[in-house]
């Protein structure tokens, strides 16, 4: 089992937690939670052994624009490829997102 962690310059925290895909024969999940103003982490644990170089390019391609929401990003891998990496993070990403904008929606009117 390896761990890998990241830092990333952020904007303003996600308003909310979300949960993408479920570990399983290659899949992974990916837990996200609101980070601190101006930062983001990943921390990826993975059962697949050197594969770190594969992982840091594909989370600094979606972590390299600083515009994102700040996150905690955890994620549990099970031989993943990096497609479904890229898709599990935005699907999470839509979720926190899109629950902030709802909750927007939802007392104005």
């Known amino acids: 089992m390896q761990t890998l962690s990241l830092d990333?310059?952020?904007a303003a925290p996600a308003a909310r937690r979300a949960l993408a895909g479920?570990?399983?024969s290659g899949d992974l999940e990916v837990l996200l939670e609101p980070g601190v103003h101006g930062r983001s982490t990943v921390e990826v644990r993975t059962s697949v052994d050197?594969?770190?170089?594969?992982?840091t390019a594909v989370i600094d391609r979606i972590f390299n624009d600083s515009d994102q929401?700040?996150?905690a990003v955890e994620i549990?891998?099970?031989?993943?490829?990096p497609?479904?990496?890229r898709l599990r993070i935005a699907q999470a990403m839509e979720i926190a997102m899109a629950r902030a904008t709802d909750a927007n929606k939802g007392g104005g009117a």
């Open 8 to 10: 990333y310059a952020a």
């Open 22 to 24: 479920v570990v399983g």
């Open 50 to 55: 050197g594969v770190n170089d594969i992982w």
């Open 69 to 71: 929401p700040a996150v």
């Open 76 to 81: 549990n891998d099970f031989g993943a490829t």
């Open 83 to 85: 497609a479904v990496v």
